[in-house]
């Protein structure tokens, strides 16, 4: 066949605008582009070739991107892909079934829970791939009819979440200056030697049965669990295996289930026996554990959090999502409306643990302490439930390492610190009535994912556990709960425990009572007041109604010169369930205006919706009468406060639905 008749495939109306945007805009390289968008070159260059699809939230930045701040070829590109918005999508592309109707209509703004109520009906590779990899192939990602709905609905699972379809990313710290980088799957099957580490609940059994039943290279592995095993039967198990000719990939599970002592041999077993068989291939899965340095050539590669999306994903694979939407997006709401909560939400198990409580009692991030209380004693009780002790001592029960905690965090927050060393927690826990070795104490905690270490200095895995332990110490001590949280308002390390306090307590009334009563006019009082009646607390009925008045006393000063103006952006598809524009002046406090105003909306489904909303339909100021409509509308309140120097600043708050956007 002559060279001429060798004609190049045909591209795609869509995969030569994508060429355009990518490329011929002269914005950035496709490595640049790789970057941003946290895709890879392949997978930019399988868009642009008709490959697969890129997902509508990436196309959706490529194309904000170009048009906040590319020039005239930005220009061209952006009416490029204009011209063919509402072509139909079969016709612009071989693959366009997979955006059908349009391009327009591919790219509307979603919420998060239409996001995975469309992936839940993907195969399990595609799922990998457009949430890996931003892009999949053949298959239609739009929601699917109620008919088919129904049809697919008796293999989800009935109850909770299951992550084992999830393949977690996984990450080094050999980025640039330490940082972590992620790690692609070819690259973890080129490592021969490898620690997987990670956090109780983090997804290494689901990454382990993923390994072994889809990779290839792992698949003819075997495995030994180090549960109850003695040094010298694990070193006469791997020594018979790698001096075989063609020994098979190795995976010795559950590293940190030997005690301490006996760690440290296995660990020296496998460094030795490893460095004799050049030819092994051996992973070690285990929790963060000290000494993992012995491991000589291991690459220590960690499961990553959950990212946004992978939420949506979990969340929204359960039969409940299916059945109430509306409730998934409120509970997805809260869970970002709650910055302190949501760090520790990307832990699967404790997704798991907020989730059940939502889906069995309706329970909601809205209920910080009781969720947080149910994640601390699931890391705690984690082993126990899986039918193994770790420490069989009197001071490792559940209570007394409540107890203990409670001290420990109590005495960070009093000595304004975040660390502690092993000599200083020594000295908290001899004043204990208990006698414990504080070497087995440490790793413990270490091992159950409460603590994380750091160069010899400790502190707990999540601010949150910190502030929880301590407020249930406050709240359970003898004393009264204020003499602890007396100085609360001038030192904002104390706030977290007192706001967690506040959900804790049978009778929150003297707690609101110490902030009422503490005078300085700082808009920090103010904003953790409101954080305090935005949790589930108790407390006498004119206490609610005295904390509400101070709230909107002060709001009502801070915003006396905003006018209210009529908002002239035009919203199209991301129009917002409600929203209020104002002239704004100079506000002298503007992160703790913004700061209350959030904390007022997410006490809308709490015993101070009534008060506070009374008093901000009484105020004089003519915003927060009409901020007061935002009590009633369920959604994510967005607060963008700008102030200028030397002209009126401009204030826009609404509430939107979650979006990927």
């Known amino acids: 066949m002559s060279r001429k008749s060798q004609a190049k495939p045909k591209v795609s109306a869509f995969a030569r605008v994508l060429k355009l945007l990518l490329d011929d805009a002269g914005f950035y390289t496709r490595a640049a582009w790789s970057r941003f968008l946290g895709v890879s070159e392949a997978a930019l260059s399988q868009w642009t070739n008709d490959r697969t699809v890129p997902r509508a939230d990436l196309l959706r930045m490529v194309v904000d991107l170009l048009t906040l701040r ?27 079934l997979r ?65 084992a379809w999830r393949v977690p990313r996984l990450v080094r710290a050999d980025g640039p200056h330490g940082r972590e980088r992620q790690v692609t799957l070819e690259e973890f099957e080129a490592l021969t030697r490898i620690a997987l580490v990670g956090a109780p609940g983090s997804g290494k059994t689901a990454f382990l049965h ?30 018979a295996r790698v001096v075989l000719d063609a020994p098979c990939p190795l995976i010795v599970d559950g590293l940190d289930e ?60 359960s039969a409940f999502a299916c059945t109430s939407p509306v409730e998934v997006d409120r509970f997805l709401c809260h869970l970002t409306e709650r910055e302190s909560l949501k760090p520790a939400l990307r832990n699967p198990l404790f997704l798991q643990i907020a989730w059940s409580l939502f889906e069995n009692s309706a329970v909601t991030p809205f209920s910080e302490g009781m969720i947080v209380r149910e994640c601390a004693r699931g890391l705690l009780e984690r082993d126990h439930n899986k039918g193994f002790s770790r420490v069989r001592e009197p001071w490792a029960s559940s209570n007394i390492l409540f107890a203990l905690l ?39 905690l270490l091992v159950q994912g409460i603590l994380v270490e750091d160069k010899d200095h400790y502190s707990f895995s999540h601010r949150i556990l910190r502030d929880y332990f301590a407020a249930r110490y406050v709240i359970e001590s003898a004393a009264s709960a204020v003499d602890y949280f007396e100085s609360a308002p001038k030192q904002p390390i104390l706030r977290g425990a007192m706001r967690m306090a506040c959900s804790l307590a049978s009778d929150a009334t003297p707690l609101l009572q110490t902030v009422i009563a503490h005078r300085a006019p700082h808009g ?10 935005a949790q589930p607390i108790v407390a006498r009925p004119d206490i609610l109604t005295d904390s509400s008045r101070a709230i909107v006393s002060w709001l009502d000063e801070q915003t006396s010169d905003w006018k209210l103006v009529e908002d002239d952006e035009v919203f199209s598809d991301r129009s917002p369930k409600w929203l209020v524009s104002a002239e704004v002046g100079r506000p002298r ?63 826009r708050i609404s509430v939107e639905s979650l979006q990927l956007a």
């Open 589 to 651: 406090e503007s992160d703790a205006i913004v700061g209350t105003l959030r904390a007022i909306h997410q006490a809308r489904s709490g015993p101070a919706y009534e008060p506070l909303k009374a008093h901000l339909r009484e105020a004089r100021s003519s915003f927060l009468p009409r901020f007061s409509e935002a009590m009633d509308v369920e959604g994510r309140l967005n607060v963008n406060l700008r102030s200028e120097h030397r002209a009126p600043g401009a204030a």
């Open 258 to 317: 030997m005690p301490m002592g006996q760690r440290e041999e296995a660990m020296e077993v496998i460094s030795q026996t490893v460095n004799d068989v050049s030819s092994a291939r051996v992973l070690v899965a285990t929790r963060p554990v000290g000494g993992l340095a012995r491991l000589s050539g291991f690459q220590n590669v960690t499961i990553a959090p959950l990212s946004d999306i992978d939420v949506v994903a979990e969340v929204t694979r």
């Open 99 to 163: 955006f059908a109707p349009s391009l327009r209509a591919y790219l509307k703004v979603r919420s998060l829970g239409e996001m995975g109520d469309a992936l839940k009906h993907l195969p399990i590779d595609e799922q990998i791939a457009v949430l890996r990899e931003g892009a999949s192939g053949t298959q239609p990602f739009a929601a699917q009819t109620a008919s088919a709905m129904e049809l697919d609905a008796p293999i989800i699972q009935p109850r909770g979440l299951g992550p």
């Open 70 to 96: 590319g020039g005239v070829a930005a220009g061209e590109a952006l009416l490029a892909l204009e011209a063919i918005m509402d072509e139909p999508s079969e016709k612009i592309s071989p693959i366009g």
């Open 210 to 239: 993923y390994l072994r039943e889809q990779v290839p290279s792992w698949r003819p592995s075997e495995t030994i669990s180090l549960r109850n095993r003695s040094v010298a039967e694990f070193d006469e198990w791997l020594r």
């Open 524 to 533: 920090a009082n103010f904003t953790l007041l409101a954080e305090m009646l």
């Open 406 to 444: 409670g001290e420990v965090s109590f005495h960070l927050l009093r000595t304004h610190e975040e660390t502690f060393d092993a000599t200083r927690l020594a000295r908290w826990i001899d004043k204990t009535s208990w006698k414990i070795p504080v070497s087995r104490f440490l790793d413990l």
